[in-house]
């Protein structure tokens, strides 16, 4: 045997020996779109970088960030209308301060939203379990003030 670790979460099972799913109406394929939109610190460190990572402000990779909000995000939109395709809207709190446009674009299509932290500059994993709730919290509830709606999912931002 040997001595690696497992996680012990579940069994192997070849997918040969599965049975078969089918969604409703007898569909074999369920696809789930779901667009991070994020917002960033522009003068501090954190985040994902594109490029070798500057010192603060690393303006190179603010706004490679900032061009998805400002322009990427609409050419997904027109995109999703012309196919007809709903999508979630995973948004950071801070895009419904300082991009509410962004917001009320998901919301008219009614697209789900699903929260996603207060900002991508932060990293909720790295703090104690209470702060990180109380960040979700604020995240859900931020949201709920923009849209009218609790959103049901969560996912944290890494960086």
């Known amino acids: 045997m040997s001595d690696l670790t497992h996680h012990n979460r579940y069994d192997f099972s070849p997918i040969t020996k599965q ?36 010192p603060a402000p690393d303006v190179m990779n603010y706004t490679w960030r900032d061009y998805g909000n400002r322009v990427g995000i609409w050419r997904m939109f027109d995109l999703f209308d012309r196919l007809g395709v709903p999508v979630a809207g995973l948004l950071n709190d801070a895009v419904a ?7 009320e674009r998901f919301m008219a299509r009614g697209d789900e939203i699903v929260a996603h932290g207060r900002t991508n500059s932060e990293a909720p994993g790295q703090l104690p379990v209470d702060e990180e709730r109380a960040m ?12 009218g709606t609790t959103p049901k999912g969560y996912l944290v931002p890494l960086i």
């Open 19 to 54: 049975p078969n799913f089918d969604w409703p109406g007898g569909k074999r394929l369920a696809v789930h779109i779901g667009v991070n939109v994020e917002w960033f610190s522009f003068d501090n460190e954190g985040g994902a970088v594109l490029a070798q990572a500057k």
């Open 97 to 103: 301060d300082h991009a509410p446009q962004i917001v």
């Open 136 to 147: 979700i919290e604020q995240a859900r509830s931020r949201l709920h003030e923009a849209t």
